[in-house]
């Protein structure tokens, strides 16, 4: 019942040619078939550009980040209503890059889920452990406290439009991709939290899995039963390997 979503976050990577080849490969090489969708989140300054290249296509465009506030004196940073006005479908909040860089809290977090939603743009949440919480038995909980922060504020309602992405820290990068059933079982693990409150939002949200998946892996992660597609940095940066993994979804539907 549930599409898949390939979902590529190219991270602060990319110049106008770069894009302009990565788009048009991803455009081009869209594999036939239906039940899944493609997403592309460039950098700010390339957003407006890669959605006018993108537009007509069957490739989504999303942010990798928004302010929690509408407007006024918050130099350097971007509204949600102008990731709308410029035809931005998706955001990707809370990576684990923000809050472990930037210090964005689960609270911050709960507040910019609210303003995209707020401005009719679909939240992907991403939730995930690090090395050193995964080795004390504590995985369940940190995504309990990230997941928590956003139930509270927004409500399990809210999920019918949003994403879920677990990106277990330890993955993202390094090449160790959680295994399909280290993924499936905390993806099962959140499906269940939100099942606790509403089973019917539960069991429609698409839970992305997110850590050096490729298209040798992509199969495997992707045939779990709660795992609905993927957030992919480093191959979602050329376009054979992202449409590779695209190709896996579509094998699967
Ligand atoms: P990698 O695919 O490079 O591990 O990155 C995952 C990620 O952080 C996507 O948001």
């Not at 006005?85 to 990707?92: E, F, K, S, T």
């Not at 509403?198 to 779990?224: C, R, W």
Request: net charge negative; proline share 4%.
């Amino acid at each position: 019942m549930r599409d898949f979503l390939v979902a590529g976050n190219w991270k602060m990577n990319g110049s106008t040619a770069a894009n302009t080849e990565l788009v048009a490969g991803i455009v081009a090489g869209v594999p036939a078939g239906s039940g899944f969708s493609l997403l592309v989140c460039p950098p700010f300054p390339y957003l407006a550009s890669v959605v006018a290249q993108a537009a007509g296509s069957a490739v989504k465009v999303g942010a990798q980040n928004v302010s929690e506030h509408e407007k006024g004196a918050f130099t350097g940073e971007v509204a949600p209503s102008m990731l709308a006005d410029i035809g931005c479908d998706y955001v990707i909040i809370g990576h684990s890059e923000r809050r472990a860089l930037y210090g964005e809290t689960s609270a911050q977090v709960a507040a910019k889920f609210l303003a995209a939603q707020a401005a009719g743009i679909t939240p992907i949440l991403c939730l995930g452990e690090s090395l050193a919480e995964r080795e004390a038995g504590t995985t369940e909980a940190v995504i309990d406290e990230q997941l928590d922060a956003v139930l509270e504020a927004a409500g399990v309602d809210a999920f019918a439009h949003a994403v879920i992405a677990y990106e277990p820290v330890w993955a993202i990068g390094t090449g160790m991709t959680a295994s399909p059933e280290q993924a499936q079982d905390v993806h099962r693990h959140i499906r269940g939290r939100l099942a606790a409150q509403n089973e019917n939002i539960a069991a429609g949200v698409q839970i992305l899995y997110g850590g050096s998946m490729k298209g040798e892996n992509a199969a495997g992660l992707l045939g779990q039963p709660d795992i609905d597609g993927g957030l992919i940095g480093g191959a979602s940066l050329k376009a054979d390997d992202f449409l590779a993994i695209a190709k896996a979804a579509a094998g699967l539907k």
